[in-house]
Each structure stands twice: as C-alpha cells, then as structure tokens.
C-alpha cells in the first residue's frame, strides 16, 4: 500500500519562534511543501510576506495574545491544520546563580508558552478531528546538563505536556509528538560558544561539564531539524503520535 505523499501541501501551518534558527527553517520547509504559513514571533527585523508565508507578532509568553494571534491567522488564512511550537529562550546559569526572574521568565516562554499556544491550538482542532502539533524542545529535557536548569527543566514540561494532550486527542485523530534537538547551529547556540572554536569544542565534548560531544562529529544545521518537523506533520506519519525524536547526533547516547 502506499502512503501519502505529503499530507503538507494545501493546509495551514502556524509556526512560533519563526524568525530565525529553526522556526525559521521549519516555516520554509513548510511553505516549500505547499502550506499556507503564519510565520509568528514577538519580534521581526524585516517581516517580509511571500506567497506562501505571512508574518504575524505575538509573545507566546501572552495569552490573551496567543488567542488573538490564532483567531487572526485562521480569519486570514483559514483553519489551522498543523502547529509548530518553537519559540524558546535560554538564560545559562548554574542552579545557584539562577535568578527567580530568569527561572519565570524561561518557563513563560518555554513552558507556558508551549501550552498557550497547543491548547489554544487543540481547542480549535479537535472540534474539527483533525491536525497535528509537533513541539521542538531539547535533547536537553532528557539528560541533565550543567547551567542549563531552567531550560532543561522548562523543556521537560513541554515533553510531557505534548505527550499528554497527544494522549487526550488521539480519539479526535489529531496527533501530537515532540522533536528534541542536540547542538544546532542557531543564534541562540553561538551565545554559547567562547573562544574562535565554539563548535568544536561542543563536537569534541567536555568531561568537565559531563557531555560527551556528538558521535557524528558535526552540528546539526536547522533543516536537519525541520525536515524531522516535518515528516511528522505529515501524512506519512498518520500512525505516529506521542512520540519524542531525539535529532541530535547521538550526543545524548539516547539517554
């Protein structure tokens, strides 16, 4: 039997974080597959409309924002049949030196954000039965990492609540799963890097905060991370919902 060949092609897609790093390569992979994509952000430094892309501005943070935000892009664009959530902050620092305002300030994007915006998602889809959500965390949700608890723990609240709500419409033929990158070479990962040689420090690993570098020996470029997006937006993974795809290189060993 053959599957479908896309299941992309025709829908509206609403991507967050989609002005730069892999939210921005998530919505051109979309568009490139033929959906109509509200690309949202909560700031733009040239939001250009194209034929298939229509820039919209919303902190996820917000949530009469998010609601606004949705309702403009289905009057606009009509019902949204795929989500994407991929907006996300990182604020590095040890447990001790995290500040409550960094600890709230990381969970209202990366956590509640999520939230705000897949349940404002999923009330709209599942009177409908159907769509799919898919939530771009971290490969850091699954192993601890040094410096990086409010993000790594903001990211497993959003593992989990995905896997839950994919658990909640599954009898509404609406899928949820989860895409949790290692090192990708994004904005937010060159803030990371110290010295002239940031990315091979991370291929190479450090003993000293416990990572053990990536066994394929590069960083992923964001398409490596959207066209996993996109393959379970799709209709070739009709059956898979639940799910967390670990698109990191082997730096986590699968932990």
């Known amino acids: 039997m053959n599957l479908p060949v896309s299941g992309i092609s025709g829908r509206t897609a609403l991507v967050t974080g989609a002005a730069s790093g892999i939210g921005a390569a998530v919505a051109a992979g979309l568009a490139r597959d033929g959906a109509a994509v509200a690309a949202v952000d909560l700031t733009w ?127 509404h033929g609406i899928r949820c799963n989860v895409v949790s990158p290692g090192s990708t070479d994004t904005p937010m990962q060159r803030l990371l890097w110290t010295g002239g040689n940031g990315a091979d420090q991370v291929i190479a690993g450090a003993p000293e905060q416990f990572r053990v570098g990536i066994p394929l020996g590069r960083i992923a470029d964001p398409a490596d991370i959207a066209e ?21 290189g082997g730096a986590t060993l699968r932990a």
Request: contains cysteine; glycine residues 6%; charged residues 20%.
């Open 45 to 171: 430094s040239d939001p250009v409309a194209t034929e298939r892309t229509t820039p919209f501005t919303a902190d996820v943070a917000d949530p009469p924002a998010v609601a606004r935000v949705v309702a403009e892009v289905e009057d606009t664009l009509g019902p949204i049949d795929i989500g994407v959530s991929v907006a996300g902050v990182l604020r590095p620092a040890s447990v001790c030196d995290t500040t409550d305002e960094d600890w709230a300030a990381t969970f209202a994007v990366n956590a509640t954000g999520t939230f705000t915006v897949l349940r404002e998602l999923a009330r709209r889809m599942a009177p409908r039965r159907r769509g799919t959500l898919v939530t771009v965390a971290s490969n850091a949700a699954g192993v601890p990492r040094t410096g990086m608890a409010a993000y790594a723990a903001s990211k497993a609240a959003a593992v989990m609540l995905t896997r839950c709500l994919g658990l909640e419409l599954a009898g």
């Open 228 to 248: 996993t997006v996109l393959f379970l937006a799709s209709d070739r993974a009709r059956h898979i919902t639940m799910q967390n795809v670990y698109v990191d």
